[in-house]
């Protein structure tokens, strides 16, 4: 099988050759190593051997951008400065009497945002933001860039769409402790703020699976209601009937619901399964996580396609001998009982500039290993 054939044939429920391997977001830079941004850590040299690897033995899951023209709302406004090795972005929203701001910083060694102020800092501030009026969004969608992408990678895997959910609009707007705080005493506020983040959301995907039918989806946003952040109550209150809402919109369409989720399982599996989603990932081993590939696959199994379940500061840290071992529990567990299948797949990637020796190693040896796996 070629390596679209068999994602394919994977999350069709169909048999294949061996399970497909992705690793993740690096699947989506690997075309990058020329690129001389500076804030593109994947154009240093240590990159070069692993991301020719990716573009030649892995099974790519690629995500594709949709540029969407749309009116902003007129009380926001967003500023970007470039100063030396840091990108900052500073948002400012008009919300009454109130002047709300929140301050993000990309480091160009670092390939991740910090939110360093964040734009609600209490109740007062939530309710002056939910006092605003509702921006009702109509799209135009220009999905060449997508087209002109999955052209390109051809038989070497499938594209992904990916959108967060209403919670992953709410829940960053405050720090972690506050709005775990505010989430469990404000619970009538809160679900106000999802019900308005959901209009956004929801006509913006209709609108793309309209252009783009037939396509797997990422949802990420659950976790921030999973333990041992949310009890799970919380969770079918703030997740559940949202989520339900963008599956249904995916499968209208002929497309594919993967919901993304890091950490504990155990407690929401069954929720996460009343969404009616396709697929899972990263499914995190123990310590990070608390379910083993097996424990998901035996519950779940003819419901879900398993992504997952190597833990990537495993990559970066232990032993080949040690990587081989994890990457063949994992296929096993994966794929021991009837099924959907699994695409084996790391819980994220390393986001520094130099990659170590050592990650490169570990990134060979799961390749070696899937490859050479008898299903």
């Not at 009616?276 to 396609?305: F, H, K, N």
Request: hydrophobic share 40%.
């Amino acid at each position: 099988m070629n390596r679209r054939e068999r994602l394919l044939s994977t999350l069709a429920g169909r048999p294949v050759d061996r399970p497909p391997v992705s690793f993740y977001e690096l699947d989506w830079y690997a075309d990058k190593p020329l690129d001389q941004d500076p804030f593109n850590i994947h154009n240093h040299p240590s990159w070069r051997p692993l991301l020719q690897m990716i573009r030649e033995r892995v099974d790519r899951i690629v995500c594709g951008n949709v540029k969407l023209t749309t009116t902003a709302p007129s009380h926001a406004h967003t500023e970007t400065k470039t100063h030396g090795d840091k990108r900052t972005f500073l948002t400012t929203i008009k919300a009454g009497a109130r002047i709300l701001t929140m301050r993000k910083v990309l480091q160009a060694d670092i390939d991740t945002y910090w939110t360093i102020e964040y734009l609600l800092k209490d109740v007062d501030d939530f309710r002056a933001y939910l006092d605003l009026p509702l921006h009702e969004p109509t799209f135009q969608i220009d999905a060449s860039d997508f087209l002109r992408k999955e052209a390109a990678l051809g038989d070497g895997g499938i594209m992904l769409l990916d959108t967060g959910d209403p919670l992953c609009a709410v829940a960053p707007l405050f720090s972690m402790e506050d709005y775990t705080v505010i989430a469990f005493t404000e619970p009538e506020l809160f679900r106000q703020a999802l019900d308005r983040a959901a209009v956004g959301i929801c006509r913006r995907l209709e609108a793309i699976t309209r252009v783009l039918p037939g396509q797997m989806w990422r949802i990420y946003g659950p976790e921030y209601a999973s333990e041992p952040y949310l009890p799970p109550q919380l969770f079918e209150q703030y997740v559940v009937p949202y989520v339900k809402k963008m599956v249904e919109i995916i499968h209208a369409t002929g497309g594919f619901a993967r919901v993304h989720s890091h950490g504990r399982l155990k407690n929401i599996l069954h929720l996460i399964a009343a969404t009616g989603c396709d697929g899972i990932d990263p499914i995190e081993p123990p310590p990070q996580g608390d379910v083993s590939l097996a424990y998901v696959r035996e519950r779940y199994g003819p419901q879900w396609v398993l992504f997952g379940n190597l833990e990537a500061s495993d990559i970066e840290n232990v032993s080949p001998a040690e990587m081989r071992s994890k990457t063949e529990t994992a296929l096993r567990e994966g794929t021991q009982r009837e099924g959907r299948g699994m695409v084996l797949m790391p819980s994220s990637g390393p986001y520094g500039r130099i990659l170590s020796e050592r990650a490169c190693q570990n990134y060979a040896t799961i390749l070696d290993v899937v490859e050479a796996f008898d299903c």
